[in-house]
Structures are given as structure tokens and as C-alpha cells.
């Protein structure tokens, strides 16, 4: 089993959907959880960066963090075909060797015009 | 641009050359991170610097993979006798410390024929 496990996609919605992404980790050592957007042969970019269990909201995109049952989600309201991408969702622990991010598979998000 | 900066952006090699990338960090940055993504996969940790100090190294890192960042400025990674499996997206990210997230850099995709 993976330590990082993310939906498998990819998906497509209509423009204007809530979109919900989700990953679980079996690692207890993760205290850093991260949304990264990937756009086709570019670097992973950063969208949303939380520390410890509950909710964080930035525009159009909430991040949801449950240490108790090793969840996270991305919630996107009103998408848009411009978000089209690849999200990654990543993690990391507090210090030293556990500072490196460990990663989702990724899954293929299309927002349908 | 203040960004990380990766050069080449890419790169094709025939089975059995030696290729060097490079990663340039945002100037403050004194931790470096370098990953290695395949296609339909999420990054996976090679190795990391603080400062000119490389601090861990990942089992995917062989002996034919080494990473170097002599000034604790930009660093190079560099794969001798390259194989069609080292064929993939090679990543560089950079942040102040273990606490930080990481922002990485547009990649260099490398093919060996």
C-alpha cells in the first residue's frame, strides 16, 4: 500500500461544477498537506498549503484536512475551464527527513465549457 | 523572475551517455529538493540539500545518479550511463526550511532513446 492514495481519474465536469477531490495517507508522521496544480509538461504549482485538521478557504478553492480518519479534499466551487489540470495532492512531516513532500498519483481534472 | 529555474528545459540522450541538469533556487532558499515524475504518476523524492550539505537520498537514487550544490547556491544532478528507464520529468523545488512549503521549478524532461 501506498502512502499516499488518490482518487483515480481522470474526471470531467460541465463548467460551474463543484468539484471534490480526495486522498488518504496511512503515514501519522504527515503534519503538512499541500494541493499542487499541474498543468501538461509544466512544474506542480502551488494552490493550498494547511497545517493540522480543519478547513481552509482561498477563493474559489477549499482545503479540508481530518488527521483522525488520514483524509484530505479539495473542494473547487464554480470551475472553470482554465482549471483544467492535474491536481497532486502532497505531504510532509514537521523536521529534517521528513521535510521531503510525498505525493498523490495525480488525477486529470477537464472542465467542460 | 524570481522563481526556480531548471535548465535544460529538455533534453534527449542515447542509452548510455551521461546528461547533467541544472537547478537554480529562489535566492533566499537554503533547502533544495530534487524529484523525479513519470508519466501518470505523481513526483517522487530523490534527494535534498540544506545548504551545500546533501541530507538524504532516496533508495530511487542509484549510483549512477549524483547531486551536487557546491556553493549552497544552484545544483546539478547528474545521470551517468543513462537508461531508457531514466526517462522521466526530473523536478527541482526550494523553501526556507523543513516548515515551508516547496516550490518547484518547470522541470527538465529527458528521453533516452
Given amino acids: 500500500q501506498k502512502e499516499v492514495e488518490q482518487d483515480p481519474g481522470p474526471l470531467s465536469v460541465p463548467e460551474g461544477a463543484i468539484v471534490s477531490l480526495n486522498c488518504t495517507y496511512s503515514n501519522s508522521a504527515f503534519q503538512y498537506f499541500m494541493w499542487y496544480r499541474q498543468y501538461s509538461r509544466k512544474g506542480p504549482e502551488l494552490l493550498m498549503y494547511t497545517y493540522s485538521s480543519g478547513n481552509k478557504e482561498d477563493g474559489r478553492f477549499t482545503a479540508q484536512v481530518d488527521k483522525s480518519s488520514k483524509y484530505i479534499s479539495l473542494f473547487i466551487r464554480d470551475s472553470q475551464p482554465s482549471d483544467s489540470a492535474t491536481y497532486l495532492c502532497a505531504m ?22 | 523572475d524570481t522563481g526556480v529555474s531548471q535548465n535544460p528545459r529538455h533534453k534527449i540522450t542515447k542509452r548510455g551517455q551521461n546528461v547533467t541538469f541544472r537547478c537554480d533556487p529562489i535566492s ?38 549524483s547531486a551536487e550544490r557546491p556553493k549552497g547556491s ?29 516550490y518547484f521549478g518547470p522541470g527538465t524532461r529527458l528521453l533516452v532513446l
Fill in chain 1, 92 to 113: 510532509s512531516g514537521l523536521t529534517g527527513a521528513n521535510s521531503k513532500l510525498t505525493f498523490g498519483k495525480g488525477i486529470t481534472l477537464s472542465v467542460r465549457p
Fill in chain 2, 74 to 102: 544552484f545544483s546539478t544532478l547528474e545521470i551517468q550511463r543513462t537508461e531508457q528507464g531514466d526517462s522521466a520529468m526530473y523536478l527541482c523545488a526550494s523553501n526556507k526550511g523543513g516548515k515551508e512549503t516547496q
Fill in chain 2, 28 to 65: 533566499e532558499h537554503n533547502r533544495l529538493y530534487w524529484y523525479r515524475q513519470t508519466l501518470g504518476q505523481g513526483p517522487e523524492f530523490l534527494t535534498y540539500f540544506q545548504n551545500e550539505a546533501q541530507l538524504e537520498k532516496s533508495r530511487l537514487l542509484s549510483d549512477r545518479f
